[in-house]
């Protein structure tokens, strides 16, 4: 009898436990159809200061730019050091990835030929980092007389990577498996002074000496996101 308590006991353990797991899996579902987003960074508590680099806020994402891209969250600055070398920086970031509504489609190996510039060259790098390798796109382009490098990478929850195909099959796992599909896109840029292997090199030095600094930075604010329950503000 003592045994047949102790099964149905167990039994009942085992069923609560199972109920559990079922509802908690129907909700990460419902989330990921329902689009609510339970993810946030707040790009503004980047810091100003990273190492010897200093930033100051550069003009918002237009009006139509914000339509087309529908961003929750968006940070662009200017960093420069103390030698006079400066870099842009761009960050955008999604609570929920969907459509055209995502980092892979509005990287700039899709914008840059989309608004008349022109690529010249492009590739992949891996870097090392205060936290570890990362590897980026670096891509060269060109407008009328303009020539600048832009070094770019996505991100999703605590992950990096630089391919657009992992980035659309992060959105599609992170949502069924967690009701999440939050991520983004950083993208560091500079003018360049010629396309001369010389030329190149330098920006890229200037560019990875910043990426250095700022991904320590950001995954230090990505540690900070926690759940939320409603979405916040636009960017402002």
Request: proline share 6%; hydrophobic share 40%; glycine share 8%.
């Amino acid at each position: 009898m003592k045994i047949a308590q102790s099964i149905s006991r167990y039994g009942a353990i085992i069923a609560l436990m199972i109920l559990a797991s079922m509802a908690l899996g129907a909700a990460r579902i419902e989330s990921a159809r329902s689009g609510v987003a339970t993810s946030d960074l707040l790009l503004g508590d980047l810091p100003y200061q990273l190492g010897e680099w200093t930033g100051r806020d550069l003009p918002g994402v237009g009006i139509r730019s914000q339509e087309i891209l529908q961003l929750d969250r968006y940070l662009r600055r200017a960093y420069e050091r103390p030698d006079g070398s400066s870099v842009a920086v761009y960050i955008g970031y999604w609570r929920k990835q969907s459509g055209d509504y995502q980092a892979a489609k509005h990287s700039p190996a899709v914008c840059l030929p989309a608004n008349g510039w022109t690529v010249i060259s492009s590739r992949t790098r891996t870097l090392p980092t205060s936290t570890g390798t990362l590897t980026v796109n670096t891509l060269i382009a060109k407008t009328g007389p303009k020539e600048s490098l832009y070094v770019y990478w996505f991100f999703r929850g605590n992950e990096s990577y630089h391919q657009e195909w992992k980035a659309l099959a992060k959105i599609g796992v992170g949502a069924f498996l967690h009701g999440e599909s939050d991520g983004g896109l950083v993208e560091i840029s500079l003018p360049l002074a010629g396309t001369s292997p010389a030329a190149v090199a330098a920006a890229e030095s200037v560019a990875l000496d910043f990426i250095d600094q700022l991904v320590p930075a950001l995954a230090s604010l990505r540690s900070k996101n926690e759940p939320q329950t409603s979405l916040t503000q636009p960017p402002s």
